[in-house]
């Protein structure tokens, strides 16, 4: 059974950082695909970033440049380092795998969903 456990959220003020941590249970990290989603009260659950099979990682534009994707492949653990916050970047953050490769990166494209962490950015 694939389990993912999300840590690390919290509050902040505007511009500073946290790192979030994704732990991946009961899978071999490298054949899924992970990705951060998050999801604002009253908003559609929209994508951060992911990590491919390949190593390959990819962000979406609101976040590009100000957060990271890192992985421990030993660890099977996946992160995610915030920085230079904003208020809009507060939502609860979910980590999802999928086995293989993914076609859009869709929330309805992952089997498995952690429970997610909360992340909240005052101005």
């Known amino acids: 059974q694939v389990q993912l456990v999300e840590s690390g959220g919290g509050s902040v003020q505007s511009g500073g950082s946290l790192r979030l941590s994704c732990a991946v249970s009961g899978a071999t990290f490298t054949d899924y695909a992970i990705g951060w989603y998050r999801q604002a009260p009253g908003k559609e659950r929209e994508e951060v970033a992911h990590?491919?099979?390949?190593?390959?990682?990819s962000y979406s534009e609101s976040v590009k440049g100000r957060f990271t994707l890192t992985q421990d492949n030993a660890k099977n653990m996946l992160y995610l380092q915030m920085n230079n916050l904003k208020p809009e970047d507060t939502a609860m953050y979910y980590c999802a795998a999928q086995i293989g490769d993914v076609d859009s990166w869709s929330p309805s494209d992952f089997r498995y969903w952690g429970q997610g962490t909360q992340v909240t950015v005052s101005s």
């Open positions: 990590l491919e099979t390949d190593g390959s990682t």
